[in-house]
Each structure stands twice: as structure tokens, then as C-alpha cells.
């Protein structure tokens, strides 16, 4: 089964046709493509290019310097460089190396942080930039802000086509007025996969990452030429998601799941370990809520009956299949999720700036 298309000329040029093959993809996949992104982007093949080359010539530096350089046991608000093995999912090393970023903010939080303060405002901050690759702090800036824009148009189309009342969703993404310093939280990632070292996944059975939901809004994937990322469709069965050039990949995550009252399923996905002879390099954008933001569950009178017919058509009983646990997202903000999420991958982070001292919340030994 290949994944549906669509495009983002559509997008523009006719919403509710668009809405409706979004519907249908969300109902079904969970994963789309979205093409032609070109048509409403002047600058977006350059812009992709520029984002690609300048990454891949941090990567290519040793990893001394890119640690000394960026680490991310430099910054308090997990920004920074991770070496290859050190992010865990699901309790395992990932099999990759990668650069986490963000709404690039002052500290929203002094340090340490004050008794009292809700502990996951310290998420908010400046990324690190590497000085030694001058070309990747203008390139991914820009890509940080041509997703934002396309996520947001894409969310709003989302949540017309959920809801009567589509600002109950895109209103938890919108900065406050007297909040400017903290945004949604959109984080972005570069990431590489080096091929297979000898070992890496043999018994343990190691991945570039492992199976997981998206833990924001909705996620926009560019991926190089090499391959590797699979879905997980409704039967269980796993599926890859080839690479298109200049398109990218969307998916949603567990916010749009919670939001939605499961209608629109995050649909769990992995990374298989790199096994061609030269690295993978991705770029993933997580469009996420401001940290404050409460994510409502629609009620089921608060949905379209006609999507309400079409889920119940789609899903004829049976239930969407997935090798990972049910959500981690509660009855509580959305920065709670986003701390434990976060503070389980780089428990090292953790340890050095935070500790159960200071945080009672979230940690390396904390699950859902
Ligand atoms: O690199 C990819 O293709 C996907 C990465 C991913 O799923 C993630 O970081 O959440
Ligand atoms: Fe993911």
C-alpha cells in the first residue's frame, strides 16, 4: 500500500477538496505526503537544499567538536547536539546523531529555577548554533519558519475539518499576548543515521529509532533519497515511507489524537538502521501547543456527523494497531508531556541541571 498525496497547491486553490483527501489519509494511513509545496513556495527547493548541505557539513566535523561545540549538556533547555546512541526511545539508544532546536527564545525561567515555578517553562530558550558551519544558523532558521507557516495553514484545515469550532485547536498553537516569550513549541530536529556498525543491530535489535507516536500537533518529515522510515498501517503491518524528493512527510501526533477523541489517530512509526553505504540525514518539525496550552477532547457533538460516518465506514470495528503503549498526553498541559518526553531521552541533561531535587516531575526513570 503506498501512502496518499497530496498537494499543497490544492491546499490553496480549493480547501474543502483538499479537506476532504485529508479526511480520508487521517482516517486511514495517519501519513501523507504533501506535494508541490513549490507551487506556493518560491524559494522552497533552494531552501530545502540550503538546509541539507549545511547540516551535512556539521555532520562531517568529528564529533569532539561538535560536542565541545553544541553539546547539548550546554544548555539547560535541551537544545543542542546529541552523539550517535545517546537519545533513547522507548528505553533504547537510538541509532543516530542528531541537533534538537526550537522556538529560539530568552530563558523563560531564571536558573536555577525558583521554588514554585511550573518546571517545564525552562524548555523555553535559545538553541545552539555552531560557529564552525556559519551556513546552518540562516538555513535552518528559515526552515524553522517555512514549516511553521505551512503548519499552520495545514492545522487550520485539520481542524475544519474536524469541528465546527476549529479555534477550540489552532487557539492552543496562537502566543498570547501577554506570554510573547513563550510561543507554541515547535522543536525541530537534524538528525543522521550513519550506516550499520558491525553489532549495532544484531541481537538487541537496534533502530535509527525506535517504533514511537509523535508527541505534538503535527509533524513534517524532509528526508534525503536513502530511506528507512516505515509506518505501522491498521493490520499491524509495517510499511516504508519512500523518499519524494521536495515533498514533504506529514503526519499527527498525540495532541491531534487527544483532540480529535482518537478520530485521527497517531499512527506509530520507526526508523530502521541505516544499510546503504552512506548516511541518512532527516529534518523533522514538530508543530506543537504553546507549553501552558490544555488540550481539549472534542465531544462527539462537537465533530461533523458526516466524519463521524465516514471514521465509523473506515474503521468497520476494528481497532488501529500498534506496537507501542496507549499516549503519554493527560488531563493536564501540554508541557507536562513535553517535559517527561524530553527529559527521558537526555536523562544526562537532566541529572546535570534538574534532578529529582528540583523536579519532581519528569526524569530518565519516569514512563507515561
Ligand atoms: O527521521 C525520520 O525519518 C523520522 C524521525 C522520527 O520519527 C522522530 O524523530 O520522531
Ligand atoms: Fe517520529
Known amino acids: 500500500m503506498s501512502l496518499p498525496v497530496l498537494s499543497y497547491a490544492t491546499a490553496h486553490a480549493d480547501p474543502p477538496e483538499f479537506i476532504r483527501q485529508l479526511r480520508h489519509a487521517l482516517l486511514t494511513t495517519g501519513f501523507l505526503y504533501l506535494s508541490s509545496i513549490d507551487a506556493v513556495v518560491p524559494d522552497w527547493r533552494a531552501s530545502w537544499d540550503a538546509a541539507f548541505a549545511a547540516s551535512a557539513d556539521f555532520f562531517a566535523h568529528d564529533e569532539a567538536t561538535k560536542v565541545e561545540g553544541i553539546g547539548m549538556a550546554r544548555s539547560r533547555h535541551f537544545r543542542g547536539y546529541s552523539a550517535y546512541g545517546v537519545e533513547v526511545t522507548q528505553g533504547r539508544h537510538d541509532l543516530r546523531e542528531q541537533i534538537d532546536l526550537g522556538p529560539d527564545t530568552e530563558p523563560a525561567v531564571e536558573y536555577p529555577p525558583p521554588p514554585g515555578t511550573r518546571i517545564e517553562r525552562v524548555l523555553y530558550g535559545p538553541n545552539q548554533y555552531p560557529s564552525f558551519v556559519p551556513a546552518l544558523e540562516p538555513a ?21 475539518s474536524l469541528t465546527p469550532s476549529p479555534s477550540r485547536l489552532t487557539s492552543l498553537f496562537a502566543t498570547r499576548p501577554d506570554r510573547e516569550g513563550e510561543p507554541a513549541y515547535s522543536r525541530m530536529k537534524v538528525v543522521r543515521y550513519p550506516p550499520v556498525r558491525p553489532g549495532d543491530d544484531d541481537e538487541g535489535g537496534g533502530l535509527g529509532v525506535g517504533a514511537h507516536k509523535d508527541g505534538g500537533g503535527l509533524t513534517l518529515l524532509a528526508q534525503d533519497a536513502t530511506g528507512g522510515l516505515q509506518v505501522q498501517l491498521w493490520d499491524g503491518e509495517w510499511v516504508g515511507v519512500e523518499p519524494r524528493e521536495y515533498e514533504l512527510v506529514i503526519n499527527v501526533g498525540q495532541v491531534v489524537e487527544r483532540f480529535s477523541a482518537g478520530l485521527y489517530a497517531a499512527t506509530t512509526h520507526r526508523v ?13 518539525f514538530f508543530f506543537c501547543p504553546r507549553l501552558d496550552a490544555l488540550v481539549p477532547v472534542l465531544s462527539p457533538s462537537d465533530i461533523h456527523p458526516a466524519l463521524l460516518d465516514e471514521a465509523a465506514r473506515t474503521a468497520n470495528g476494528a481497532e488501529k494497531k500498534s506496537e507501542v503503549r496507549q499516549g503519554d498526553l493527560h488531563e493536564e498541559v501540554f ?14 541533561v537532566w541529572t546535570k541541571f534538574y534532578g529529582r531535587e528540583v523536579d519532581p516531575v519528569g526524569g530518565p526513570e519516569v514512563l507515561a
Do not use: F, N, Y
Not at 140 to 160: D, G, K, P
Not at 272 to 284: D, M, Q, V
Not at 338 to 346: F, P, Q, V, Y
Open 272 to 284: 530502521l538502521p541505516t544499510r546503504s553505504s552512506s548516511a541518512r540525514l532527516s529534518i523533522p
Open 335 to 348: 508541557g507536562l508531556a513535553a517535559w517527561r518526553g524530553i527529559t527521558r531521552s537526555h536523562g544526562d
Open 140 to 160: 535552518l532558521r528559515h526552515w524553522h519558519a517555512l514549516c511553521t507557516s505551512i503548519s499552520c495553514v495545514l492545522l487550520s484545515l485539520l481542524a475544519e
